[in-house]
């Protein structure tokens, strides 16, 4: 678990890597990456102060880099790389709120045979993040998702195989593979 204080950190953390995209000079992170040198899987989220609306969000679902550097490539492609957005502009750098998600490593749910219900019961809203996984396909929601649009496990699921460009019930299918993890956040 990290602080509050080394949250905030992170934040300014990806404020800087974003904010160098827009300058000739090239900040050192030498600093702010000692750190947060242990491997962490995470997610910035980019939005709209005024409207609360998504700018981008960009992550890593599983620990594969050290903290600090999974934050500052997680920020620059959400600002910059999300497919779903163009680039983001300098204009309006100062616009955006940033939220970062520090997640926990994804475990299966595993259900009993033939009862996929199972899944849905060992999901718990407001504390779990989805990630669907089926034949080339995946699509991940951090848990803050489901709370946002008051949504129950089902709804929640469906979703997730939705953002991973496969039919809302796929999760029904056995060969489809649910994973949960949890998630700290920080935001702005």
């Known amino acids: 678990m990290l602080t509050q204080s080394q949250g905030m950190k992170l934040i300014k953390l990806a404020r800087k890597a974003i904010e160098e ?44 880099f050290p903290l600090a550097r999974a934050v500052i490539d997680a920020a620059k492609s959400a600002a910059f790389a999300d497919p779903r957005f163009m680039p983001m502009e300098k204009k309006e750098f100062d616009k955006i709120k940033m939220e970062i998600s520090v997640l926990s490593v994804p475990e299966e749910i595993k259900p009993r045979p033939g009862k996929r219900e199972d899944i849905i019961k060992n999901i718990k809203i407001g504390e779990d993040g989805l990630i669907v996984q089926l034949e080339g396909f995946s699509g991940l929601l951090l848990p803050q998702v489901a709370t946002e649009h008051n949504m129950n496990a089902q709804q929640f699921l469906e979703e997730t195989c939705q953002k991973a460009g496969l039919p809302r019930d796929s999760w029904q299918n056995k060969s489809c593979h649910v994973f949960r993890f949890q998630a700290q956040i920080f935001e702005e």
Do not use: A, M
């Open 21 to 64: 995209e827009f300058s000739e000079v090239k900040g050192d992170f030498s600093k702010e990456t000692k750190e947060f040198d242990k491997r962490h899987g995470v997610f910035v989220t980019l939005k709209i102060k005024i409207t609360g609306e998504l700018r981008g969000c960009i992550g890593f679902p599983y620990p594969i």
